[in-house]
């Protein structure tokens, strides 16, 4: 729209006619870039994802001896569930492709290729469904009960799909005896089944918080106790031990690491520990060192897998209970230090164990100084003595009441004077102590 514009000028005189265009320019619409832009992004995910189950399914495979499409390490169950459950099930295309793929390049027909595939990408699918309704999808390894779920219905449920939708494929195909049914499938089921458990939770837990907010001592501690996890492995699966040895349960050296990576670091820590303990641990079995090496390739992995299985549940468990009962203990810390009035704990032996802003405050202390040491120090001197008797009684009957009902109970500051003051206890939830 075009519109007419007069000004006067110093003098007084008109000034000219001036077209001003009131319209706005044209808005190009970006509708159409971000959807191409999304459409890239959502191609370039899907490769990414068909590439990487192709190369860790041709690793697995070349490590095939019952049959030439079954193994018993099959990281791809991992990758293929993690998948489903981060970005959902528009990402079927990708597993199948890339499952098509690796059976293409190994053995069987083009049918029995597509058959296989099918197994496995409906492996997934039913693996995601029954952990998302059931045991809390991406954040299954917030708890042990939901871990506990996971291993059942991922672990040992979903697998069936693939390893009997995969032999029963192979056998119909003509590339596997009836005879062999069973011990095809069992080697199918238990690599699969070993592959959930160990590879989801360490890309998971990874995607849900890559930063490590770390202190150097933190670092250090780390690398100790990694190290000392894979210096354990070498030793036990690295051939070190006479050939005599090799039947001992050397394999249970390597728990305390784990336990250790789950208590002091976490979920994410622990998972990493077992992915670098079982690729050691799987690289001396095929060399046919450590405490699992048979004969037969395929027996001792899986009798490997067996014990990597149940030590990475193990482990996982135990790092949710810790991290649970971490996170619960910041919760009860932040709510005692907001507490408006002054909280002092003291555990079994009267010796205080947390104090908030307020108490501080309130006795002219900071909190290194009372931290440790006997509850008495905030009694008057008079009644020091007869204290302890009294924290006793009511330790062993505790309820809710005031202090030192029917006593003198003010309290005793720092600088060495008593003043006026409510004072109540009752037991705390906690079993170390009680507040007052």
Request: glycine content about 10%; charged content about 15%.
């Amino acid at each position: 729209m075009l519109r007419q514009q007069f000004w006067t000028n110093k003098l007084g005189q008109r000034a000219s006619l001036v077209l001003v265009s009131t319209s706005a320019p044209p808005r190009r619409d970006r509708k159409p870039d971000m959807v191409r832009s999304q459409y890239l992004r959502d191609i370039a995910v899907l490769a990414a994802l068909a590439g990487t189950y192709f190369v860790a399914g041709k690793l697995g495979l070349n490590l095939a001896s019952v049959h030439a499409s079954a193994t018993a390490v099959w990281p791809c169950t991992g990758i293929a569930l993690a998948a489903f459950l981060i970005f959902g099930y528009r990402v079927w295309p990708a597993i199948l492709a890339g499952a098509l793929l690796v059976n293409l390049t190994t053995a069987g027909s083009v049918a029995t290729s597509i058959g296989i595939a099918v197994g496995n990408t409906l492996e997934g699918v039913v693996g995601c469904y029954l952990v998302s309704r059931f045991a809390g999808g991406q954040h299954a390894f917030k708890g042990a009960q939901d871990i506990f779920k996971f291993a059942f219905l991922a672990g040992m449920v979903s697998t069936t799909v693939s390893a009997t939708v995969g032999v029963t494929t192979l056998v119909l195909g003509g590339f596997a005896d009836w005879a062999m049914f069973g011990a095809i499938w069992s080697t199918w089921w238990l690599g699969d089944a070993v592959g959930a458990v160990i590879v989801t939770p360490f890309l998971l837990l990874w995607r849900e918080n890559p930063r490590l907010n770390w202190t150097r001592k933190q670092i250090i501690e780390f690398a100790f106790c990694f190290l000392g996890l894979i210096f354990t492995a070498w030793i036990v699966f690295g051939g070190r031990f006479h050939s005599g040895q090799k039947n001992y349960p050397l394999e249970y050296l390597c728990i305390p690491f784990l336990i250790w990576a789950a208590f002091r670091f976490g979920r994410r820590q622990a998972a990493t520990a077992i992915c670098a303990l079982a690729a050691v641990a799987t690289w001396g079995t095929l060399h046919g060192f450590g405490p699992f090496s048979r004969e037969s390739q395929n027996t001792s992995l899986l009798l490997l897998q067996s014990f990597m299985g149940i030590m990475a549940i193990t482990t996982l468990a135990l790092a949710a209970e810790i991290s649970q009962h971490k996170r619960a203990a910041e919760r009860f810390r932040l709510a005692v230090e907001s507490a408006p009035n002054a909280m002092v704990m003291i555990d079994r032996q009267g010796k205080i164990a947390m104090v908030n802003s307020h108490a501080m405050k309130m006795f002219g202390y900071v909190r290194e100084e009372l931290l440790g040491r006997a509850v008495e120090v905030l009694v008057p001197e008079r009644f020091r003595g007869g204290h302890p008797e009294h924290r006793m009684e009511f330790s062993s009957s505790p309820r809710a009441r005031p202090m030192g009902a029917g006593r003198d109970s003010m309290p005793y500051g720092r600088m060495a004077a008593s003043f006026p003051s409510r004072l109540d206890s009752t037991r705390s939830r906690r079993r170390r102590g009680f507040w007052s």
